[in-house]
Nanobody, 114 residues
Framework: QVQLVESGGGLVQPGGSLRLSCAASGSIFSIGAMDWYRQAPGKQRELVAGITSTGSTNYADAVKGRFTISRDNAKKVSLQMNSLRPEDTAVYYC?????????WGQGTQVTVSS
């Protein structure tokens, strides 16, 4: 069984920073892509950033230059979020691809408000 545990969410003022982390555990032989998604109230879940097993990254236009995804080790991924804006408020989810399966974390709330 695969588990993803996310941490690092919270309340921050506009312009502030947060760092999200996602650690995978369980029966995982190897992890391919690791992604961060977010879902704001009333909106569809959207891809925020992704990183492949070889370190290639991609970002949504809305976060380019502000967010940085990194692969801390084979089973941990982080998302450094700087210059946060109110529109970044959402539940952030970690997703990994292991073999032919995709696994999701439980989500962590990020609220950007003064």
């Amino acid at each position: 069984q695969v588990q993803l545990v996310e941490s690092g969410g919270g309340l921050v003022q506009p312009g502030g920073s947060l760092r999200l982390s996602c650690a995978a555990s369980g029966s995982i032989f190897s992890i391919g892509a690791m992604d961060w998604y977010r879902q704001a109230p009333g909106k569809q879940r959207e891809l925020v950033a992704g990183i492949t097993s070889t370190g290639s990254t991609n970002y949504a236009d809305a976060v380019k230059g502000r967010f940085t995804i990194s692969r801390d080790n084979a089973k941990k991924v982080s998302l450094q979020m700087n210059s946060l804006r109110p529109e970044d408020t959402a539940v952030y989810y970690c997703k990994i691809i292991a073999g032919r399966n995709g696994y999701w974390g439980q989500g962590t709330q990020v609220t950007v408000s003064s």
